[in-house]
């Protein structure tokens, strides 16, 4: 069984930065792909980035291009969220999930598109 354990939420003044981190294992297939999504209260839940372990390729939402990275150390199996120039619209609980097989081979950033989802953590982004 996949399990996927974030951590790294906090609380931060606007322009400030974030590291999420996303622990991971029980994979059984030979390509996944990890994404990042938020949900702000009284929002749907949203695609923030995706990396794709077949591959370097990544995928961002336009909300976050130039601000966030994402990146992946296979050794400690764990993908990174990291979060630079933080704005209060980017307050919301942020989750990891992922997706395994054939479809993890892409970097969807579709919450339907994944299978296993994190708990969350909570960002706030406020002076």
């Known amino acids: 069984q996949v399990q996927l354990v974030e951590s790294g939420g906090g609380l931060v003044q606007p322009g400030g930065s974030l590291r999420l981190s996303c622990a991971a294992s029980g994979f059984t297939a030979d390509y996944y792909a990890i994404g990042w999504f938020r949900q702000a209260p009284g929002k749907e839940r949203g695609g923030v980035s995706s990396i794709s372990s077949s591959d370097d390729n990544t995928n961002y939402a336009d909300s976050v291009k130039g601000r966030f990275t994402i990146s992946r150390d296979d050794a400690e199996n764990t993908v990174y969220l990291q979060m630079n120039s933080l704005k209060p619209e980017d307050t919301a609980v942020y989750y990891c999930?992922?997706?395994?097989?054939?479809?993890?081979?892409?970097?969807?950033?579709?919450?339907?598109?994944?299978?296993?989802w994190g708990q969350g953590t909570q960002v706030t982004v406020s002076s």
């Open positions: 999930a992922t997706v395994e097989g054939p479809n993890g081979m892409g970097t969807p950033l579709a919450p339907d598109e994944y299978d296993y």
